[in-house]
């Protein structure tokens, strides 16, 4: 057989489908006066627990890797008021504490684990980035770069295969986003049309690159379309952008079309851990972002336009910053581990 024959022999590829049916662009929410107050809350504890961790970690008395959420806040308390606790599942990279905060988790059992401490929430053995509760469907805190993705993948499996009604969010980086079992995941996530919403949280730089350095395409939102997963890029810095962005994104995968990729555009104020100096961008660009897309600031904006007061907000903040104080006493005058606890957890059910 001729090379030309064998190539006529060859079975063309189907039609490109340009009609497909695609998630429809997503609009702001339109929250009530009380969820723009509990966005604001929890905005502004994770702003405070993570200005704390920041200290102790200067202090001692954190340990090994800390990786703060700084600037990030609106991205995981939009997605996150969004899901069903205990029904939907989180799946995230070692950036986690933001997200734990966010659903609900007690701030003093994380501030715990943070100081590797007994009481915390994976007894203190995970520290900041590997905290886990299947109570809350928090799967992690993982320390590997994307292998969050492929696990988030098992999790929508489970999903789908348990006939639950839950939707797992797998939250990953613009670092991350180059690595190659994302894409092995991406491909059977829609092979299976899995009930899975992949976020990218692209925060610019990863470690310490930026993103269009390190990026061919650097527009993320496009990672799936060769896999057929639509995309949307949505600014990470407004709580109702996410928040609105999010529920299409329920909606689309609710109705059984399979995954979909949520590009949020962020940013993060601190280095990429407690001992990055960050010198690869000026204090100006910080500085400037702070100044002009800041979530928290954003959604006091709101709040002022709804009519809340900031005699009303000052209380908020004092409330939060109170029980960001009670974590880290709690965490410090918490016992550690105990040398035998050294064997536990090692298997399931077996030490």
Known sequence: MTNKTARSARKAPPPADHNRKRPEAPVAYDPTVEELREFYRQMVLIRRF???????????????FCHLY????????????ALEPGKDSVITG?????????YGIDPNVIMAELTGREAGISRGKGGSMHMFSVEHKFYGGHGIVGAQVSLGAGLGFAHKYNNDGGVCVAYF??????????????????????????????????????VNRSSAEDQLYRRGESFR???IQV?????LAVRGATEEALKWVKAGNGPILLEMKTYRYR????SDPAKYRSREEVQSMRDKSDPIEGVKQYLAQAGVSEDELKKIDQDIRKIVSDAADFAETSPEPELRDLYTDVLVEQY
């Open 50 to 64: 993570e200005e704390k961790a920041g200290q102790l970690y200067g202090l001692g008395l954190i340990g090994g």
């Open 94 to 102: 070692y950036r986690d504490h933001g997200h734990m905060l966010a």
């Open 271 to 274: 280095g990429h851990s407690m």
């Open 229 to 231: 997963i639509p995309g």
């Open 173 to 210: 980086g613009d670092g991350a986003a180059n690595q190659g079992q994302v894409y092995e995941s991406f491909n059977m996530a829609e092979l299976w049309k899995l009930p899975i919403i992949f976020v990218i949280e692209n925060n610019q730089y990863a470690m310490g690159t930026s």
């Open 235 to 239: 600014n990470g810095m407004d709580v």
């Open 70 to 81: 700084i600037g990030q806040e609106a991205v995981a308390v939009g997605i996150q008021s």
